[in-house]
C-alpha cells in the first residue's frame, strides 16, 4: 500500500517550483498534485493521507520489534492478528472498517 501511495504521488506530481527566500537562502519546494475526481479518489486520498498511513506502519513496527525482542503472551497466532487489527483500529484510519 505505501509502495502504491508513493507511485501515485510520483505520477501526479505536474511540477514542482523552487524559489529562495528574500534573501536569496534556503529553498521553498511546491508539489501540485492534480487528480481527476471521482474517478481517481483513491488516489486521491492515498497521497493526501500518506504521512497517517506512514505513521500507522512505523507504530506497529515498533510494536512488532519489541515483542520480538521482549517476548509477547499471544497463545497464538489468531491472538496476535487480533491485537493488530484492534491496533488499527485504534489509530482511526478510515481505510478500517
Not at 15 to 34: A, D, S, T
Not at 36 to 44: A, S
Request: contains cysteine; glycine residues 6%.
Amino acid at each position: 500500500m505505501l509502495h502504491r501511495a508513493i507511485s501515485i504521488i510520483a505520477y501526479h506530481v505536474l511540477r514542482i517550483n523552487i524559489e529562495k527566500n528574500e534573501k536569496g537562502e534556503g529553498v521553498l519546494m511546491q508539489i501540485v498534485l492534480k487528480f481527476n475526481l471521482p474517478g481517481d479518489k483513491d488516489d486521491e486520498t492515498l497521497a493526501r493521507r500518506g504521512k497517517e498511513f506512514w505513521k500507522c506502519l512505523f507504530e506497529l513496527n515498533k510494536d512488532v520489534l519489541s515483542w520480538i525482542r521482549h517476548g509477547h503472551n499471544f497463545k497464538s497466532a489468531d491472538d496476535l492478528l487480533v491485537e493488530m487489527r484492534d491496533r488499527l483500529v485504534e489509530m482511526d484510519l478510515d481505510c478500517v472498517e
